[in-house]
């Protein structure tokens, strides 16, 4: 891994903790707008990688962390969110005083309040800013950003949020409605993904031209963001994880937590929670979320494209 070099510049300097699909591209379009982006991962080949395209890389979040203005936090939950935060080698600590952090997260608002109380109290801004778009937009700085928090937060933000986000939707100064749409989404983009697998598998049981239906759904009434993008994957048979069934067996989860705790019917969360859980069990919980076509598939006897290969997880 590179070491940490000294910024010399007078840009903006911001840390990204998470170089995955999606902090890559947030780091790669801060840092074609001009700001001094440093980059860490668990992944020491995810951190080289972002050095060879002319980023700086660190040792640790608490490294990144060090001189910087605005510190990205894109990890999978909150309790990943807490660690980059308050952990042993966490940011919370050698942040200058007046920096913000950017949580990116997909978390249950309550756990958002209580890291956002924890910052504040220690003189750091809290920006609660959960991300949804994909990788392809995240590359683009084109992500929709439902961000909370206050108003020295946001100012303080701003030069990262115009280079990531084609949409920044200004939800509030309490942490945690950020949080809150965000579930409000994936409790969408979950069940949407399951109608869409569950459309296209019947339709290759009746036999039916696939891609044809894939030309006709897309320009009818029945389609979905979901269908119009994951559609394809199946199509292709290829299920290279881009988002995982993993990733929404964590979010339906903290849905129907939050809708428990409400006393709130979800019956269609709680249906395509199932399907994704089944999914995992299945062996395809690190493979892409189409891939409960795949599972449809298996109990149905309907013929996909590829439907012979092994689920890439096992």
Known sequence: MTPLAENSGSAIVAAVIGLGSMGMGM????KRAGLDVVGYDITPAAVDRFVAE?????ASPADAAKGADIIVSVVVNGAQTEAVLFGSKGVA???????VFISSATMDPAIARDLAARAQALGLHYLDAPISGGAARAAKGELTIMASGSRQAFDRARPALDAM???VYELGEAAGTGAAFKMINQLLAGVHIAAACEAITFAAKQ???LDKVYEV???SAGNSWMFENRVPHVLAGDYTPASSIEIFVKDLGIVLDMAR?????APLA????????AAAGAGMGGDDDSSLARLYAQLSGAQLPGFAKEPQGR
């Open 165 to 167: 986000a084609g949409k």
């Open 93 to 99: 600590a050698p942040m200058k005083r007046g920096a």
């Open 270 to 277: 709680a249906a395509a929670l199932q399907m994704y859980l």
């Open 217 to 219: 759904i897309t320009a």
């Open 261 to 265: 705790s409400q006393r709130y019917p």
């Open 207 to 209: 036999g039916l031209d």
């Open 27 to 30: 780091a790669s379009s801060m």
């Open 54 to 58: 002319g980023g700086r890389g660190a």
